[in-house]
């Protein structure tokens, strides 16, 4: 199963919007709605921003959001932040088990 | 609140076996199925399989098929991931991650990780 593939890095300034691709298969992210992202600071334990395409958990601000369109998902932050500033990665199920992106490095300028 | 706490880092030479525990607090431990996955050096997250935390039925990834075992402690809320005949490709952090939902396919809560060293 090949990873899923992400920008290796994306960059913004504080306030503004980003948004991370997440593309996989017929098989992986088009085939299933059963795709999630995580925020992760390395040495941290990563966090759940997104699950099934679009759902915020509880604490996670508005201004994360997730879609999806055929074989690509996608995470966007607005009113980007300092603290947003952080490892992305998506997943999703592929009928019989999981994979991962290649992950995307968010920069805040 | 829900925590999931992992043993300490391991050092271990080529072709033995490691064991990582993960102390699940702060919910029914048998409510929840759990994975595992890992991250190497410098590189993305690996999923490696799942343990049904009630009844004790696994599912593996089949990289991972014939080395890997998962089993838990219900009487301590304890889940754990064996690893055996280790080469340097298995260095790398180990997570457990509880399942958020009914889909089973995400993961509301990690383990702080664990590293595991495979070095001779």
């Known amino acids: 199963q090949s990873a899923l593939t992400q920008p290796a890095s994306v960059s913004g300034s504080p306030g503004q919007s980003i948004a991370i691709s997440c593309t996989g298969t017929?098989?992986?992210?088009?085939?299933?709605?059963?795709v999630s992202w995580y925020q992760h600071h390395p040495g941290k334990a990563p966090k759940l921003m997104i699950y099934e395409v679009s759902n915020r958990p509880s604490g996670v601000p508005d201004r994360f959001s997730g879609s999806k369109s055929g074989n690509t998902a996608s995470l966007t932050i607005s009113g980007l932040q300092a603290d947003d500033e952080a490892d992305y990665y998506c997943?999703?199920?592929?009928?019989?088990?999981?994979?991962f992106g290649t992950g995307t490095k968010v920069t805040v300028l | 609140q829900v925590q999931l706490v992992q043993s300490g880092a391991e050092v271990k030479k080529p072709g033995a076996s490691v064991r990582v525990s993960c102390k699940a607090s702060g919910y029914t431990f048998t409510g929840h199925y759990m994975h595992w996955v890992r991250q190497a050096p410098a590189q993305g997250f690996e999923w490696m399989g799942w343990i049904n935390c009630n009844t004790g039925a696994t599912n593996y990834a089949q990289k991972f098929q014939g080395r890997v075992t998962m089993t838990r402690d219900t009487s301590i809320s304890t889940a754990y991931m064996e690893l055996s005949r280790l080469t340097s490709d298995d260095t790398a952090v180990y997570y457990c991650?509880?399942?958020?939902?009914?889909?089973?396919?995400?993961?509301?809560?990690w383990g702080q990780g664990t590293l595991v060293t495979v070095s001779s």
């Open positions: 017929s098989s992986d992210v088009g085939g299933y709605n059963y």
């Open positions: 997943s999703s199920y592929t009928g019989y088990s999981a994979v």
């Open positions: 991650l509880r399942v958020g939902g009914p889909s089973g396919w995400y993961w509301d809560y």
